[in-house]
């Protein structure tokens, strides 16, 4: 069995990119980072993810972003958007995915792993500049060009297999192999029991892609004043 790192952030994409990865024969290591967002709710559904789903091992990174913030995620002073706007909206962290993938990077090379797993989506999204196709194809690009592994003939692989599905597809993929989420947190600002908020646009993507999907949601959701 080939070794991956699976970006696991405790939400319903990277739950389902750990067990497709598991399906597809992977010993999955996977990782998750603390950031600095708002809660750590989602940090706790990562775990249980992991061992729900089987990983060899789960492991926690934690980088401070809050001194910089500069997003609803990472500072308290900007609060979580709960209406759709026009644009990027003001949950996206600035170069989070660049830096959780290079932490992936070098974890997958001390664990001589080829693969590495993202739930970045192109379609159901919120329009964040790094969950782009060209985006994952420049870092995959980038990656065989820096590290000691693929200079040495062994190039990494950047699998991104939820870039192309709706929000309803991802649930239906999900739910044929055996994916909990009422155990996953997406919402943006859950509270310390992991309930969600309903209302931010995490909470309205996934609300949606249960009722596309035609599947009972299953989030715990928070009454709000």
Known sequence: MKNAVVLLSGGLD???????????????YALSVDY??????ELAAAQ??????????????????TGFGGSALTDNNIAVPEHASAGIPLTYV??????????ALAWAEVLRAQDIFIGVNAVDYSGYPDCRPAYIEA????????????????PLTLHAPLLHLSKADII??????????AATVSCYQADDLGRACGVCDSCRLRSAGFAAAGVSDPTRYRKLN
Not at 16 to 21: D, K, N, R
Not at 96 to 103: F, G, V
Not at 139 to 154: D, I, K, P, S, Y
């Open 36 to 41: 600095g967002q708002r809660h750590h709710s």
């Open 139 to 154: 870092f995959e690009r980038m990656a065989n060009l820096a590290t000691q592994a693929a200079v040495e003939g062994h």
């Open 94 to 103: 600035p170069a989070r995915n660049t830096i959780m993938l290079s932490l």
């Open 172 to 181: 239906k993929s999900g739910s044929l192999l055996s994916v909990d989420y």
């Open 14 to 28: 990277s739950a389902t990119v750990l067990a497709m990865a598991r399906a597809q024969g992977y010993t999955c």
């Open 48 to 65: 249980r993810v992991a061992e729900t789903l089987g990983a060899r091992e789960h492991r926690v990174v934690n980088i401070d972003l």
